[in-house]
């Protein structure tokens, strides 16, 4: 066996490991989870393109989600495949509003949120946005009473097929339109939303904070959208 | 596999009922004050680029009057809404004054409509969000995962110490319980008060405390309780003027002696 | 587009139906499963011929449950969905006073561990000495009831890094440790312990013998140290 024949052999394999991993697993799957199991010095973007394309056209897709990878039933064989018995406690119209605002503006603060629903969110619309897995407390902003900023998750983008925050559907048309500002006037750099690491004006949450901000605890008295 | 659509998107795809008389709305249909001025403006049936904001206006202050005629309760943020409106209407009619340091009345106006453009935006955007193919519904994951099985092997931890210890302590318990529990005596502090009362008499000579104490410094258990107690008494007694002490350096013996004068009051 | 054409596309479509179904089901699909979301008279047996063919050598295979098909892990590749977690514990306190008794006393009986440690001692603490494999059985004492012997092993001595079971410190060396308070009784003794082959009122343990004593069975009601 030459080099060569050898080097295949090792590639075959790893790919043939990234496959059953990917395969096995139900949720998405970082390179960090992948390497422990490849060959020494595996290029991991390398090996996941190529399965990538081999599974093209196939009836399942390798995907994106944020900086992991999951295999998914292909998009175009959704009318197929569409179940709605295993559908989910619908959200309510304020819930979804809310998801949206902070899908498009994160990190975004709650007083932030309400700016742009000219209402005050209950603490049960985030409640449900959290335990649905899709929204997560990021930090806290660096203002005065430091409130928590929120964003969205992994299993946001994987519920919703995004490869990342920016394949938002019109993110870029609501960029130009100066509608992703949190604060007026409309003339200024418009920020895109990010859900990655904290940003410089956001803290780190200690490990006990349960996200209680003051604000929150004086709207929580009103709430007029709780259901 | 049923075509119907869930409730959720239906919220999205169809546009609010056409309302032909604000009579009928009842505002807690709605969703803040925000959402009823969005809902007004569509009435404009134009682009909310060129609705008019002072007609807007005036239909917002005129459905809340509407409200309060048939005294139906309105909540704090929709008159709050109003109150801004009404002040919008009386800055659009007069002519802005270039000295004035509050926003002109068209400022305040594009303002309203940005933020009505800003949140339809995200309503549309909520919309196409949950349009999506979604996980679970229209895209799937793998239906049966295979699980990861974790064997887990316990690896004991001893040292040879507490290997020892352990069985020491065993066989210790073995032993037999002879133990018997000694009384210790203990001098009060008013047992010492008596005692020095009665050893130091009415002697005005100088004399060391331990020798006072010899007879019961003579036990080795009754050492330090004599002394401590003693010595705490005899502070309480120079205090009440009966006794005097002195120390010419530390740790030499301490002297004492009773009190020549006596005060009036001590017996 | 002609007939031929027409033919391999919807042949395609079928695969990928296939593909998809059999990747998110819960169960194993068969035929009547599957027919539903095919085209009129596919012929399913032969798709899923093919489609196993087409998984041979990849990471996951096809697999034929009975009459039904699902994807599995390549057989070679199954050792990548078993983890081995190795954790460390410390020993109970009862697992170790009875562990120093064994070591001093053995061979000893399981009624004379309880005599000197004035307990009952669980099944469970004995197990976990063996499952540690520093204790063992080594025969039955020719008593009424037949009890078990225990002993200790090879590997005891390694990890408490003693040569032979006679190091273990006698009554002088203990007391010259400080372990024992110098306060004995007369009659006090500590054996001297010994691991080697079966003394003359021990009979070998028959290659079925699970180690069961009556006296066991009846002691387990109690369990006083089982942690």
Known sequence: MDQNDQHSDIHTRNLRVLEALLFAAKEPL??????????????IADLLDQLQQRYQHAGINL????????????????????????????L???????????????????????????????????????????????????????????????????HFGLEQ??????????????????????????????????????????????????????????????? | MCPNMPMQDEEFTQQPEPRHSVMYVDVKGY??????????????????????????????????????????????????????????????????????EEPSGEEMAALLQFRLKRLEAMRDAAGKLVSRPRLGREIHHRGDPETIITTKTNQWQATYYDLLRAYVIQREKSFPQDYAVKQRTVWSLSEAEEILERLIGQSLD??????YLADYLASDEERVTALASSFTASLEMVRQGQIEMRQSSPFSPLMVRRRAAKTPDDN
């Open chain 1, 30 to 43: 970082g390179a960090e989870d992948l390497r422990p199991f490849l060959s020494e010095n595996a290029d």
């Open chain 1, 63 to 90: 995907v994106r989600r944020g900086e992991k990878f999951a295999f998914r039933t292909a998009e175009d064989l959704s009318y197929l495949l569409r179940r709605d018995d295993v559908e989910q406690k619908p």
């Open chain 2, 206 to 211: 100088w004399a060391p405390l331990h020798a």
């Open chain 1, 165 to 227: 925050i920016s394949d938002l559907p019109g993110l870029n048309e609501l960029k130009g339109a100066g509608l992703l500002s949190s604060n007026l006037p409309p003339d200024f750099s418009v920020p895109k939303p990010r859900d990655g690491a904290l940003t410089e004006d956001e803290d780190p949450l200690e490990p006990d904070d349960a996200g209680d901000d003051l604000l929150s605890e004086l709207n929580t008295a009103q709430d007029p959208d709780k259901n």
């Open chain 1, 92 to 158: 309510s119209r304020a819930a979804l509003e809310t998801l949206s605002i902070i899908a498009y503006h994160q990190p975004v603060t709650r007083s932030e949120i309400e700016e742009v629903r000219g209402v005050a969110t209950s603490k049960g619309t985030l409640d449900v946005l959290m335990e649905a897995g899709w929204v997560r407390m990021r930090g806290r902003r660096r203002t005065p009473g430091r409130p928590v900023t929120y964003g969205t998750t992994l299993e946001f983008l994987d």
């Open chain 2, 31 to 100: 969703e803040g004050p925000l959402d009823l001025l969005l809902d007004l403006a569509r009435k404009q049936k134009v682009d909310l680029a060129h609705i008019s904001v002072l007609s807007l206006a005036e239909q917002y202050l005129g459905f809340i009057e509407t409200l309060k005629e048939r005294r139906i309760e309105v909540a704090a943020d929709y008159l709050v809404m109003a109150a801004w409106l009404a002040y919008l209407k009386s800055r659009l009619m007069v002519p802005h004054d270039d000295e004035d």
